[in-house]
């Protein structure tokens, strides 16, 4: 059974440009969550997709977008990146009868 | 108000030492109670789940839940530098939904 995998592991952007992430979940997991963690903070949630529609968003703004494939991998889309957007962007997965929600290792984002 | 609140440490203790680590929470429709612990720059990992009040135990680590205080916390036995980590609780109302996460506390075992 293979983990959740992220990519790239690390990303230097500058502002105004647009970063797009990846999520590879965990074998036989349907549902997606991804969380924001800044430094020396939590990991804040974003949105969640499920069999590839949004069930569930954060409080942050629309230029936080996703989407999931047929095959539950999914992608977190960032436009006009800001400075405050530097952070350690992570990915859940889970199935909706499990126990609970298995992260990846997170892809690191610097905003210049 | 955030949702749950945790002690940021940072925690120092020598190596065999008790490690008592707490979260609290204010809206009673939580139901279930997370722990998970990041080494630095690293995802966090599962390390116990427990769903509504009472204990639950796996090996050195002991999660207890009082959802009539509101208060959860998370015992190390026997603590070892490889513990030496931040530990982030998490609650949520259902397992398919989203986990609010405490600030983390840094913890220290010093050999």
């Known amino acids: 059974e293979t983990g959740v995998t992220q990519s790239p592991t690390h990303l230097i952007k500058t502002r105004g440009q647009q970063v797009t992430l990846r999520c590879s979940s965990q074998?036989?997991?349907?549902?997606v969550s991804w969380y924001q963690q800044a430094l020396g903070q939590g990991p804040q949630f974003i949105f969640q997709?499920?069999?590839?529609?949004?069930?569930g968003r954060g409080n942050f703004p629309p230029r936080f977008s996703g989407l999931q494939f047929p095959n539950y991998s999914s992608e977190l889309n960032v436009n006009a990146l800001e400075l405050d957007d530097s952070a350690l962007y992570l990915c859940?997965?889970?199935?909706?009868?499990?126990?609970?929600?298995?992260f990846g290792p997170g892809t690191r984002l610097l905003v210049l | 108000q955030k949702e749950v609140e945790q002690d940021p440490g940072p925690l120092s203790v020598p190596e065999g030492a008790i490690v008592s680590l707490n979260c609290t929470y204010s809206n009673s429709a939580f139901q279930y109670f997370m722990w998970y612990r990041q080494y630095s720059r690293k995802g966090p990992e599962l390390l116990m789940y427990?769903?509504?009040?009472g204990n639950k135990e796996d090996g050195r680590f002991t999660a207890q839940v009082d959802k009539s205080s509101k208060y959860i916390s998370l015992f190390i036995r026997d603590s070892q530098p490889s513990d030496s980590a931040t530990y982030l609780c998490?609650?949520?109302?259902?397992?398919?939904?989203?986990?609010?996460f405490g600030t983390g506390t840094s913890l220290t075992v010093i050999p």
């Open positions: 859940a997965s889970s199935d909706p009868q499990g126990e609970t929600q298995y």
């Open positions: 427990t769903y509504s009040s």
């Open positions: 074998s036989g997991h349907n549902t």
């Open positions: 998490a609650i949520a109302i259902n397992t398919g939904n989203q986990f609010y």
């Open positions: 997709y499920y069999r590839e529609e949004e069930n």
